[in-house]
T-cell receptor, first 113, second 112 residues
């Protein structure tokens, strides 16, 4: 049983395209996140949702639009992809807000060419 | 801004030795800290956590030490094994903020 699953695992696309990454968690958590990991392994939060409500948006370009249809799902749509968007994107979830461990998915490696 | 950083980017240890991975944080208001392990091609995996009202916590082969005076966190791994080879991150959380702030990571290499 995969606790936090994201699809696809790999995504190669051309500049200017629009793409989506999906995430689902079966842990019953009410908070979900998107993190971006760059080529130097630095992990930085992008968004946080609690019970489908956006609570953190860390100055991410508005080409990135998260959507949470229910508290078990958090998708990430990216418009007009740029070379600098190439990274590994991790979905995570936690029980409640703050002060708790987050469980991470396996990541989606996005390569923009 | 606030940051969580690590002293050593790469640490090489022999199998069977103990490993110590260090982390410095600058946000004195942080009250919860986690160590994560990330193996190649995988997401970060929880190892151990500690709250600011403690200075030491032990798990299976791992110990986390917290020194709030100097804002320093360390992860000790006893009898390091080849399977411990990975990148290790410390992360901090402040109050009810719904996010973890990660340090830059330390790569642990276990040699035979």
């Amino acid at each position: 049983d995969t606790a936090v699953s994201q699809t696809p695992k790999y995504l190669v696309t051309q500049m200017g395209n629009d793409k989506s990454i999906k995430c689902e968690q079966n842990l019953g958590h009410d908070t979900m996140y998107w993190y971006k990991q760059d080529s130097k392994k630095f992990l930085k939060i992008m968004f946080s949702y609690n019970n489908k409500e956006l609570i953190i948006n860390e100055t991410v370009p508005n080409r990135f639009s998260p959507k949470s249809p229910d508290k078990a799902h958090l998708n990430l749509h990216i418009n007009s992809l740029e070379l600098g968007d190439s990274a590994v994107y991790f979905c995570a979830s936690s029980r409640g807000q703050g002060g708790r461990e987050a469980f991470f998915g396996q990541g989606t490696r996005l390569t923009v060419v | 801004g606030e940051s969580v950083g690590l002293h050593l980017p790469t640490l090489s240890v022999q199998e069977g030795d103990n490993s110590i991975i260090n982390c410095a944080y600058s946000n004195s208001a942080s009250d919860y800290f986690i160590w994560y392990k990330q193996e190649s091609g995988k997401g970060p995996q929880f190892i151990i956590d500690i709250r600011s009202n403690m200075d030491k916590r032990q798990g299976q082969r791992v110990t986390v030490l917290l020194n709030k005076t100097v804002k320093h966190l360390s992860l000790q791994i006893a009898a390091t094994q080849p399977g411990d080879s990975a990148v290790y991150f410390c992360a901090e959380n402040t109050g009810t903020a719904s996010k973890l702030t990660f340090g830059t990571g330390t790569r642990l290499q276990v040699t035979l």
